[in-house]
């Protein structure tokens, strides 16, 4: 059982920024973030894969970043230039496998953090 931590999260005004942790008490493959908005459904908004390149959703594009520590036990996602339609609960994900194209897929991630609350104002 892989337990993962958010932390970070909080209320910022539009054109700030934010940093996002996500603490796994062990290594896996391919780890991500994903966001819900209220009255919407929950999206990818950026993996980082343990193969290749990071992926993001095209709506973060430019202003979203993802990275892991050395030990790739812990997940970051960088947020600048935030906007308010940014609003939502983020969490952190796992998979066990490499899900390359099909990362934006939640049903393919085994582990899922309690989320952490993410307010942009305008």
């Known amino acids: 059982q892989v337990q993962l931590v958010e932390s970070g999260g909080g209320s910022v005004q539009a054109g700030g920024s934010l940093r996002l942790s996500c603490a796994a008490s062990e290594y896996t493959r391919d780890m991500a973030w994903f966001r819900q908005a209220p009255g919407k459904e929950r999206e990818g908004v950026a993996v980082r894969p343990s193969i290749g390149a990071a992926r993001y959703a095209d709506s973060v594009k430019g202003r979203f970043t993802i990275s892991q520590s050395n030990t790739k036990n812990t997940l970051y996602l960088q947020m600048n230039s935030l906007k308010p339609e940014d609003t939502g609960v983020y969490y952190c994900?796992?998979?066990?496998?490499?899900?390359?194209?099909?990362?934006?897929?939640?049903?393919?991630?085994?582990?899922w953090g309690q989320g952490t609350q993410v307010t942009v104002s305008s």
């Open positions: 994900a796992t998979s066990l496998a490499f899900l390359g194209v099909m990362w934006q897929n939640q049903d393919l991630y085994k582990y």
